[in-house]
């Protein structure tokens, strides 16, 4: 490098480009339809983890493989109840981004308090947002602390 000032424009860049690519990439523009089939049984949700995107109509379709289990959506407050062998299904659009819990809604059993699931809407841009941004603090902690060598000779005309 010529000049520190050189250094602290691409560190400034690096710094813009950690805190609008997530913006940019922001997955409302998908809107996609996301469909997911969850078979509830043995006090278990199969998946037990539903990712998605924050503007996607989800569509769940829960199978119950035992008893009646009902899937309740924290935050949304959507349910569905599912027989054994008659799958319902359950649509919304996911626009409360977060981690939401899924909890099965009707008293199957001993461990039916037990019966959890997860509701992921978003990406997890903050984790990358803050790595990337630890990541600059620290080379620009290295930039401050060690100043790039002053050329000895002043040219003179
Ligand atoms: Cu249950």
């Known amino acids: 490098m010529k000049h520190p000032a050189v250094s602290w424009l691409i560190l400034g860049a690096a710094v813009l480009l950690v805190v609008f690519v997530p913006i940019l990439h922001k997955p ?4 996609k ?51 054994p062998g008659q799958p319902a299904t359950l649509t919304f659009v996911a626009d409360q981004s977060g981690v939401f819990r899924l ?20 990406r997890n841009m903050l984790i990358w947002q803050g790595i990337g941004m630890t990541f600059l603090a620290l080379i620009g902690t290295l930039l401050i602390r060690k100043p790039f060598p002053v050329p000895e000779k002043q040219t003179s005309s």
């Open 28 to 31: 409302e523009i998908l809107n």
């Open 33 to 83: 339809e996301r469909s997911f089939r969850v078979e509830a049984g043995d006090f278990a949700y199969t998946p037990a983890v539903l990712k998605v995107n924050p503007g996607d109509r989800v569509t769940i379709e829960l199978i119950s493989t035992d008893v009646v289990h009902g899937l309740y959506v924290d935050g949304y407050d959507l349910s569905v109840t599912a027989d």
């Open 103 to 122: 909890r099965c809604s009707v008293a199957c059993g001993a461990l039916h308090p037990f019966m959890l699931g997860k509701l992921q809407v978003g």
